[in-house]
């Protein structure tokens, strides 16, 4: 038995009484006692326990945070390849990638990642013919910051066999320029057609990235993940990341924490088999039990579903990627099932749409604490907002979409709509469940970042900042029920997991303005110390 002896610090339990006991004791993987310091030598004393006492030194002890929403696979995929995050023009572009080549096997694509174009100075941009001149001989992919659209080269091009005759798939948009020829850039479905194409990457590369590329979960506080696996050519992977699912058990135990699988597909054939699968088992710290649905698109890419076009592009609103028959067979399958519903919704359009498909499936099909929830939810009115909770769905947010976008998004909106863009106050004030998460690795898993930006949004509207009290829920408690997993985690309760971060101070104490200062110093996985020597 392991047993640790919390105290000499705040212990924010996060339970409905606002209970912050002296003393916590873990034993192995649960929550054992929370008290005084008097009482809980005793129990221990009466118990034969011999507890390691953990001297907080005054820091805090919280309940491991929850990133809701995240793509592990693609994790990984990131972690291998050039990384374009904060490139400051082409000539930056240019050298990250010219850098990566000689780590990269010969018959493998250069492939390139978190590429921002809204960042590049003006007239700077990249398509086709900007990699050809970086690259003429290799095969070159580089995904879009928000994942929704790629860029390819010649050699992609003629290695595939797409051209000018290709057609847009349903639901996606091929790039072209001004005289008919492709540009190279594929958005939403259409980026599958390159991507099918693309060869796996050598095994040891992956094994490589894999060692590290969750160790910052761990660092970040993150004790438990909603993991996105494709289980299909569904997904913004394409047919390159159509067997996520089938391959996730071969690295589940690279990953420490506790996992909720969210299963992308046409079909539910993907999470059937995980449900009937060792991934499934009683003791097993992973959950399949919800499905993920793609509506629309981004902001970035301008596909996400607008009721007006945008302000940036007028002769566009963007689009849904799926019919909504399509949409609703999905729906109803997934939640006849048994299934949670987890839809990707962007814009206002979008969202109101899939509300609507959300209000004739619960009259048709009526089911008590169905927790159905839309991912993102970027923009909505205050009567799209009353409807959404009205339904009993949940949100699930990012606040750290706010940080990419805030320069850049009131141009494309217009200054009349920005203000409904990741509206946490009003979607709280409406009675809804809020969930965060970071959406990795399209954004960082920096959990301190995205609480200071939940309660501070980086000075973007203001006006729809949340209290730090609400904002921790939202990483503990909050996601915790949105994965139907309140009576296992996101509070720290006796005969709970113990899933625990230790922060340097008091998240509920410290000024505001000074969130972004706090420091993860430890994290506690079921029991075990993960991201440092055991104290």
């Not at 160790?215 to 159509?242: F, H």
């Not at 799209?384 to 009131?410: H, V």
Request: hydrophobic share 35%; proline share 6%; net charge negative.
């Amino acid at each position: 038995m392991t047993a640790y002896l919390f105290r000499n610090g705040p212990i924010v339990t996060m339970d409905e009484y606002g209970s912050s006991p002296d003393c916590m004791i873990t034993l192995d993987d649960r929550i054992v006692f929370t008290g005084v310091l008097a009482d809980a030598l005793e129990w221990a004393d009466q118990r034969g326990v011999s507890v390691t006492e953990y001297d907080l030194g005054g820091a805090t002890v919280l309940p491991g945070f929850i990133d809701g929403h995240l793509h592990p696979l693609p994790m990984i995929f990131f972690a291998m390849n050039a990384n374009f995050e904060g490139a400051e023009d082409m000539g930056d572009v240019r050298a990250r990638l010219l850098s990566h080549v000689g780590e990269v096997e010969p018959d493998e694509w250069i492939v390139g990642v978190q590429y921002e174009g809204k960042k590049m100075p003006a007239g700077q941009v990249l398509s086709r013919r900007e990699l050809d001149e970086i690259c003429p001989d290799r095969p070159v992919l580089i995904y879009a910051r928000d994942g929704h659209c790629v860029i390819v080269n010649s050699v992609v091009l003629q290695q595939t066999g797409i051209n000018e005759t290709t057609q847009d798939p349903d639901g996606g948009s091929i790039g072209r320029y001004d005289d008919g020829t492709l540009n190279g850039l594929f958005h939403e479905k259409a980026a599958g057609l390159p991507l099918q194409h693309m060869p796996r990457p050598s095994r040891k590369r992956m094994l490589k990235a894999s060692a590290g590329a969750f160790e910052a979960l761990a660092e970040n506080g993150i004790t438990s993940i909603g993991a996105m696996l494709q289980s299909d050519e569904e997904g913004p992977g394409g047919a390159a990341s159509s067997r996520e699912s089938v391959f996730f058990p071969n690295i589940r135990h690279l990953i420490p924490q506790s996992v909720y699988s969210i299963i992308i597909g046409k079909t539910l054939d993907g999470i059937n088999t995980l449900v009937e699968s060792s991934a499934d088992m009683d003791d097993s710290p992973s959950k399949p039990r919800a499905f993920k649905i793609f509506a629309d698109g981004t902001f970035g890419s301008c596909t996400a579903c607008m009721s007006e076009p945008y302000a940036d592009k007028t002769c566009t609103h963007g689009y849904m990627t799926l019919s909504d028959d399509e949409i609703y067979g999905r729906m109803t399958a997934a939640h006849l099932a048994g299934y949670q519903i987890c839809i990707h919704a962007v814009g206002d359009q979008g969202i109101a749409n899939c509300v609507d498909l959300f209000e004739r499936l619960l009259e048709e099909y009526p089911r008590d604490d169905h927790r159905h929830r839309i991912e993102h939810a970027s923009i909505a009115s205050k009567p799209l907002i009353r409807r959404i909770a009205k339904l009993g769905l949940g949100i699930c947010t990012q606040p750290l979409f706010i940080r990419s976008e805030k320069d850049w998004l009131p141009k494309r909106l217009g200054t009349g709509r920005s203000g409904m863009s990741y509206p946490f106050r009003d979607y709280l004030d409406a009675g809804i469940i809020l969930g965060g998460s970071s959406d990795a690795p399209i954004e960082d898993t920096d959990v301190i970042a995205a609480l200071d930006y939940a309660v501070n949004r980086g000075g973007y509207h203001p006006e729809q900042g949340v209290t730090p009290m609400e904002a921790v829920s939202m990483f503990t408690r909050n996601a915790a029920y949105l994965q139907f997993e309140e009576a296992e985690k996101g509070t720290l309760e006796v005969g709970k997991r113990a899933d625990v971060v230790v922060l340097s101070q008091n998240p509920l104490d410290v000024p505001p303005q000074d969130i972004s200062k706090l420091k993860v110093v430890r994290t506690m996985i079921g029991g075990t110390f993960v991201n440092s020597a055991e104290a």
